[in-house]
């Protein structure tokens, strides 16, 4: 792992307001039921080194670097804008429902976007009810697709690897669309935890 930058590089956070990102391929349609498929990518070993020691190194948790990197997927594969996602943590219980920037591109780097997602859960305080389209799932025991998640991001681990499971309704997203976004979660999560500098 890369180590971060220091502190004193840490530049103010100024948190815009973007317009609401188009995340879905398709309108949901009332008369059309949703159908769900999963794409699984291959249990990794290094990713999973390189989230906890970026967490460890920053004093960040976990959910944090993770809501960030999806942040920065989403921003570089549908664009730039803000979208409700649903944050489930590792010891299960309630949903924290937060507003995610996503970009890739200045002012939102590596730091900027660690330090949104850092300011986004600590602002919010868990709830049951969720409309959100997005649901980032910690719970290895919990499925959260099927209801009003279009998109759920499960993340969890086995054998020391880091497992990312992508269950998607085809009648919103086209299955390229979802293979885009697993091939480049990766590079994201690599970027946050190489170069983001701990939040203030």
Known sequence: ??????????????NPVPIKLQLVDHAADERISPQFEKLS???????????DGAADWLGVRVEEILLAALGRTLGRTRGEGAVA???RAGGGGSLHNVSLICSDAPPMGPTEMLQGAHNALAATSGSGDTTSEVLLNLAADRNGAGGNHALELQVHRADGQLHLDWTYDTTRF??????ELAEQFPFALIELTSDAAAPL
């Open 1 to 14: 792992m890369v180590a971060p930058y220091m502190a004193d590089e840490v530049r103010p956070f100024v």
């Open 41 to 51: 990518t291959s249990p990794n070993s290094e990713l999973a080194g390189e989230l």
């Open 85 to 87: 996602v649903d944050v």
């Open 174 to 179: 086209d299955a390229y669309s979802i293979e």
